[in-house]
Antibody
Framework: QVQLVQSGSELRKPGASVKVSCQAS????????MSWVRQAPGQGLEWVGW????????TYAQGFTGRFVFSLDTSVSTAYLQITSLKAEDTAVYYC?????????????WGQGTLVTVSS | DIQMTQSPSSLSASVGDRVTITCRAS??????LNWYQQKPGKAPNLLIY???SLQSGVPSRFSGSGSGTDFTLTISSLQPEDFATYYC?????????FGQGTKVEIK
């Protein structure tokens, strides 16, 4: 069965960096793109962007360019989200989600989420 | 960016009630509209894709309709496990935007 398993919660100080992992299993990793979605405490869902797991080409939403970087290790079916120069407002749960595209796109499987807390 | 507006933001309903949530896009998105359910502390779960297609494994009491700018999610008979927050999401154009959510609470 399809599973996306994310790394555990992280606590960082402002200005530091963090790297969240999302390991996929149960399907061919390079057959589906991977998206990242952010949810600040008590707030709604915000699309961070997505990465083509074949071409490695990333697309970032406005507001997530520069400090947010997607990467892949296809040998272990894992996607990564790195955030640099962390700010307090980056505190959120970050989800990876498989992008199923067949005519129209949808996020059909999600990781369990990784809480990133930025606090001094 | 396409703005997605859900209404209401919250509602109270009883088990067995018929519940309708609406989602309006700021421009036409054809049928590129998905619905997700999220329970506290959990990841979202896909319910409906392409406006009206039921995701595998989702109970048939959930249905979706609409096209263009106006969409509806209906729960025909609310069950205890349906109390959650529901989000619409457009996949017509990047960035893929979500509605602000509708929280369904127990009356």
């Amino acid at each position: 069965q399809v599973q996306l398993v994310q790394s555990g919660s992280e606590l960082r100080k402002p200005g530091a960096s963090v790297k969240v992992s999302c390991q996929a299993s149960g399907y061919t990793f390079t057959s589906y793109a991977m998206s990242w979605v952010r949810q600040a405490p008590g707030q709604g869902l915000e699309w961070v962007g997505w990465v083509n797991t074949n071409t490695r080409n990333p697309t970032y939403a406005q507001g997530f360019t520069g400090r947010f970087v997607f990467s892949l290790d296809t040998s272990v079916s894992t996607a990564y989200l790195q955030i640099t120069s962390l700010k307090a407002e980056d505190t959120a749960v970050y989800y990876c989600a498989r992008l199923f595209y067949s005519g129209s796109g949808r996020f059909d499987y999600w990781g369990q989420g990784t809480l990133v807390t930025v606090s001094s | 960016d396409i703005q997605m507006t859900q209404s209401p933001s919250s509602l109270s309903a009883s088990v067995g009630d018929r519940v309708t949530i609406t989602c309006r896009a700021s421009q036409s998105i054809s049928s590129y509209l998905n619905w997700y359910q999220q329970k506290p502390g959990k990841a979202p779960n896909l319910l409906i894709y392409a406006a009206s297609s039921l995701q595998s494994g989702v109970p048939s009491r959930f249905s979706g309709s609409g096209s263009g700018t106006d969409f509806t999610l209906t729960i025909s008979s609310l069950q205890p496990e349906d109390f959650a927050t529901y989000y619409c999401q457009q996949s017509y154009i990047t960035p893929q935007t979500f509605g602000q959510g509708t929280k369904v609470e127990i009356k």
